[in-house]
C-alpha cells in the first residue's frame, strides 16, 4: 500500500470505527452552488446539512473529497502549496461537538498518524466583542488536557495560540461581517506541524519582526487539520444565532499530512508528488534535489498543475476561454511556459498523464476510463499554446519598447503570458514594468467584477424562498426537455440564484423557438398543477432503479434521498432544499439559449414578471 493510500485508509477506518459512514467524493466542478466555480473544500458539497436538512447516512460522515482551489494557482511553485488536493473530513451533524473532535484529532495525530505531539501547535478564536462573540474556552480547556496526556504542559501564546475571526473564524464569505444573511459559520482550531526552527523564514512572512508563531507562514509551521465548529448563522439584521443543532466540520489536506509523516516541508519531495518528479529528472537528466531554486520552481509548477488538469478533465472539463475551462487553459499554458523556460517538449506534459492516472486510479477509477481523452486534450491545447506563442512573438517583434499596458495586452489578447513577455525583453535587454502590469491587470478585473456583479450572488445553498423555487423549476425544466425534446437528455450542471435559474443539458444541437415556447409552457402547466413535491430516503441502488439511473452515480453515497414531483412528472436524486408544491414557484418565461461546450446547450429561467 502506498503512502497516499495509507495515509487515506488510516483515517477512513478510524472514523468508521467511531460510528462514521464514509460518503464518496463530489465531484470538483459544483452542481447546484452558483456562489463558486470548483469545490474548493469537503464542507462544500454538505451545506445544506448543516442548515437543517437531515443526511440520508445519519448524523457522523467521513471522507476524502477532491478539491481545487484557483485562489493558489499564484503561489505555486513555493515548497508547499498545491492547487489540487484530498481534503480528509469528518463531520457530526448535530451529535458530538467539540470535546469529542478535538479529543478525536488528537488521537488520530498522535497514535495513528505517528506524529511527534512535541511538534503539534494549535489556535483558536479568540472571539470579538464588537459582534458579540466570546474567546473559544472550551476548546482551549480541551487542548490544554489532550496535551497533558502526552505529558505536555499547552500554555497560551506557547502551544495555543488565539487568534480573531480573520484566522479563526470559517465560513465560505469570510469574516463574520463579511457573511450574507443565512449563511452559517462558526470559530475553529487549527492544529499545525513544526518543522523546526531552521525553517524560519520571516523575509517572506508579514509577521517577520516578531517571534515565530503558527500563523507567521514563513516554512516552519504547516497546517494539517482544522476544526470548525459551525453552530451560527447570520440574520437579516446581522446577529449570530443558533443553526438548529452543534456541527463539526473537520478538514485535513492529505498531502499535507504526508509532507507531516515524512518530516520534509517540501511537499514535492513526498510520494504525492514522486511519480511525476521521476518523470521529470529522467527526461532532463537532472535531480529535484540538485536544482536551483529557479528550476525547482518551474517543476514544481509543472507537476502540480499537470496534476490538477488531469484531474479536472477526468471530470469531462476542456480548456477553454470561459470560466472553469479558462482556469484549465491557464494551468496547462502555466506549465508550458514552464517547459519552454527549461527548454524541455510540450509533449512531455502528456508523458506525466500516465504516472499520475497509475497513482490515483484505484481511489478515483474514472482517471484510467478518460485517460485517452486527458491525453487528447492536452495535445490539442499545446497545439493551440503553440500557435499562440507564434503569433505572441510576431507582435512582439513589432514593438521597440515593452510597456506594461502592453505586456497586458499581449495577455489578454493573446494569452501570452507575463513570465514569457518578460523573459523575451530581457533576452533584448530590455526591463518591462511589473507593476504597470499589474495594475492594468487589476483594473481589467474590477472592470469585469463590476460588469458581472450579482452572477455569482448567493447561490442555492442560502435556501432563499426565489431560490429554492428555481431549484424545484430547474427539475421540471429537465423533465419537460426529456418529454418534449429527447428522453436521453442528462443534466451537466446549473447555477441558481434568487434572480434566475441557468441549466445546462446535453443537446446536440440548438433548440428551435417552437420547441422553447413548448418548453416553457409545459413547465407552467405543472406549476399551476400545483403538484406536490416529495423527499424519500432510500439506499443509492433502489434509488438508481427508481430515477433511471445517472451519470454521478459513483458521487453518491450508500443512501441518497429521492425528490419526486407529483406522480410520475419528475423524480432525481437530489439533495434539496425544494417547495412542497409546484405552485408555490409561479409563472417562469425561458429567456434565451446558448452552447455551453460541445454538445451540451443552455437555457436560462427567469419570472414570468421579469424585465430583463
Not at 324 to 349: E, I, M, P, T
Not at 445 to 456: D, I, Y
Not at 477 to 505: M, V, Y
Request: hydrophobic share 35%; with cysteine.
Amino acid at each position: 500500500m502506498s503512502e497516499i493510500e495509507s495515509i487515506r485508509s488510516k483515517f477512513i477506518q478510524f472514523y468508521e470505527k467511531r460510528g462514521h459512514i464514509r460518503i464518496p467524493s463530489s465531484s470538483l466542478l459544483p452542481e447546484n452552488d452558483a456562489s463558486t466555480l470548483f469545490t474548493s473544500s469537503g464542507m462544500q458539497p454538505l451545506l445544506p446539512y448543516f442548515l437543517g436538512t437531515p443526511h440520508p447516512q445519519g448524523q457522523r460522515i467521513c471522507d476524502s473529497q477532491c478539491c481545487f482551489r484557483a485562489v493558489d494557482i499564484e503561489e505555486v511553485g513555493d515548497n508547499r502549496h498545491t492547487t489540487f488536493f484530498e481534503m480528509l473530513g469528518n463531520w457530526s451533524f448535530g451529535d458530538y461537538f467539540k470535546r469529542e473532535q478535538i479529543e478525536q484529532v488528537f488521537t488520530l495525530f498522535t497514535d495513528v498518524m505517528g506524529l511527534d505531539p512535541a511538534r503539534l501547535y494549535v489556535t483558536v478564536f479568540a472571539g470579538d466583542q464588537t459582534l458579540g462573540l466570546s474567546r473559544d474556552d472550551e476548546a482551549i480547556a480541551t487542548w490544554q488536557q489532550v496535551f497533558a496526556t502526552k505529558g505536555i504542559e499547552a500554555k497560551i501564546g506557547e502551544r495555543i495560540f488565539t487568534y480573531g475571526p480573520e484566522k479563526n473564524w470559517w465560513s465560505r464569505s469570510g469574516r463574520p461581517e463579511q457573511m450574507p444573511a443565512g449563511e452559517p459559520g462558526g470559530s475553529d482550531s487549527e492544529v499545525f506541524y513544526d518543522f523546526g526552527p531552521q525553517l524560519q523564514l520571516h523575509e517572506h512572512s508579514p509577521y517577520r519582526d516578531q517571534p515565530c508563531h503558527p500563523n507567521c507562514d514563513c516554512g516552519r509551521f504547516i497546517e494539517i487539520g482544522n476544526s470548525v465548529f459551525m453552530q451560527f448563522q447570520k440574520t437579516h439584521e446581522g446577529k449570530f444565532v443558533d443553526l438548529p443543532a452543534k456541527n463539526v466540520d473537520y478538514g485535513g489536506g492529505l498531502e499535507r499530512l504526508a509532507m507531516a509523516r515524512a518530516q520534509t516541508p517540501d511537499i514535492f519531495q513526498t510520494e504525492v508528488f514522486a511519480p511525476v518528479i521521476k518523470v521529470l529528472e529522467q527526461k532532463s537528466q537532472q535531480k529535484y534535489s540538485q536544482l536551483k531554486e529557479a528550476d525547482k520552481r518551474a517543476w514544481r509548477i509543472i507537476a502540480d498543475h499537470t496534476r490538477s488538469s488531469i484531474f479536472l478533465m477526468s471530470e469531462g472539463l476542456v480548456p477553454s476561454n470561459k470560466e472553469q475551462g479558462y482556469v484549465l487553459r491557464r494551468l496547462l499554458r502555466r506549465s508550458l511556459v514552464q517547459l519552454r523556460r527549461l527548454d524541455l517538449d510540450f509533449a512531455l506534459l502528456v508523458e506525466l498523464v500516465a504516472p499520475v492516472v497509475a497513482q490515483y486510479e484505484s481511489e478515483y477509477p474514472r482517471l484510467r476510463t478518460q485517460e485517452a481523452t486527458i491525453v487528447a486534450g492536452i495535445k490539442r491545447e499545446s497545439q493551440k499554446f503553440a500557435a499562440t506563442l507564434r503569433q505572441g512573438l510576431r507582435e512582439i517583434n513589432k514593438l521597440t519598447q515593452i510597456t506594461g499596458e502592453k505586456a497586458f495586452f499581449l495577455y489578454e489578447s493573446y494569452g501570452f503570458p507575463f513570465e514569457l513577455t518578460r523573459e523575451i525583453a530581457a533576452e533584448r535587454g530590455i526591463e518591462v514594468d511589473e507593476q504597470a502590469f499589474l495594475a492594468a491587470k487589476k483594473h481589467h478585473q474590477e472592470l469585469s467584477k463590476t460588469q458581472s456583479a450579482g452572477k455569482f450572488r448567493g447561490g442555492l445553498a442560502d435556501h432563499e424562498v426565489q431560490t429554492v423555487r428555481f431549484h424545484t423549476a430547474s427539475h421540471l425544466l429537465l423533465a419537460a426537455l426529456r418529454k418534449l425534446i429527447d428522453p436521453t437528455i442528462t443534466q451537466k450542471g446549473s447555477n441558481i440564484t434568487g434572480e434566475r435559474a441557468r441549466f445546462d443539458f446535453t443537446l446536440a444541437r440548438a433548440l428551435t423557438s417552437e420547441e422553447i415556447a413548448a418548453l416553457q409552457k409545459q413547465v407552467n402547466d405543472w406549476i399551476t398543477a400545483d403538484l406536490p413535491v416529495t423527499r424519500k430516503e432510500m439506499p443509492k441502488a433502489d434509488a438508481l432503479a427508481l430515477v433511471g439511473g445517472s451519470v454521478f452515480a459513483d458521487r453518491y453515497p450508500d443512501q441518497v434521498s429521492v425528490y419526486q414531483i407529483g406522480q410520475d412528472t419528475s423524480c432525481e436524486i437530489c439533495v434539496g432544499p425544494h417547495v412542497t408544491h409546484t405552485g408555490e414557484i409561479g409563472p417562469i418565461k425561458i429567456t434565451k439559449q446558448q452552447s455551453a461546450g460541445s454538445g451540451v446547450r443552455r437555457l436560462y429561467l427567469y419570472p414570468a414578471s421579469a424585465t430583463a
